[in-house]
């Protein structure tokens, strides 16, 4: 069965030309001329993958990408005419998987939405034999099972790309892990992608970490890697 993608994008003319480019590569993809009406229509029936434009009539996509977060953890990747580090990491921050700024290449977002879907595709397909042991490194816990991250056990909120990207992290806590690595562990990206999101992602955590007695330290040329600290 074909993976199903939802679009809103009111620039008519963007919008069916992604979601023709999409469909030729075999996907289902259902496309909406505002957000609201695929928020609805996602509510009804979920899709495997969302697609936003930032600014609509109606709720932005800024303001539907929080209301899924609410309810799922699909995959979405935002367009955007702003090439502004402020509306990405607004985008990262509320839970976005990914950020594309007009004019772009569909042959560049349909690699985007191939990894996507590949990574989510293996998820599922590792849920069954999901580990259960928590993981702790200083005051902080994570709780795979549930997906709960705690600092001194008071719950943190994080978005599912941060919450994979730390888990990622503290699995690996014992050496340096690489953007490269992190990318296509927790994105399904390849070499061949160009994105900011592991950045922008790793500096939203660190921002929501500073109570906790670990720091994610940056590896020159290289990536990332957890210390613990003192109290």
Known sequence: M??????????????????SFLESEGYEVIDFENGDLLFEQFKKEESDLII???MMPGSSGFDITRSIREIS???????TAKDSDLDY??????????????PFSAIALNMRVKAMLRR????????????????????????PDSMRTSV??????????????FLYL????????SREELLESVWGYGKDIETRACDDTIRRLR???TEATIQIETVWGFGFTLKETTE
């Open 89 to 102: 990491a607004t985008g990262i921050n509320l839970g976005s998987d990914d950020y594309f700024t007009k």
């Open 152 to 165: 001194n056990e008071q719950t943190i909120d994080l978005t599912p790309n941060e919450y994979n990207v």
């Open 120 to 143: 989510v595709k293996m998820d599922k397909q590792n849920q069954g034999a999901a580990e259960q042991e928590a993981y702790t490194l200083g005051n902080v816990t994570l709780t």
């Open 52 to 54: 936003l434009d930032v």
């Open 2 to 19: 074909a993976e199903k993608i939802y679009i809103a994008e009111d620039e008519t003319t963007i919008r069916l030309t992604v979601k």
């Open 207 to 209: 921002k929501k970490l």
């Open 73 to 79: 953890s699909v995959p979405i990747i935002l367009l």
């Open 170 to 177: 503290m699995k690996n806590k014992d050496r340096a892990v």
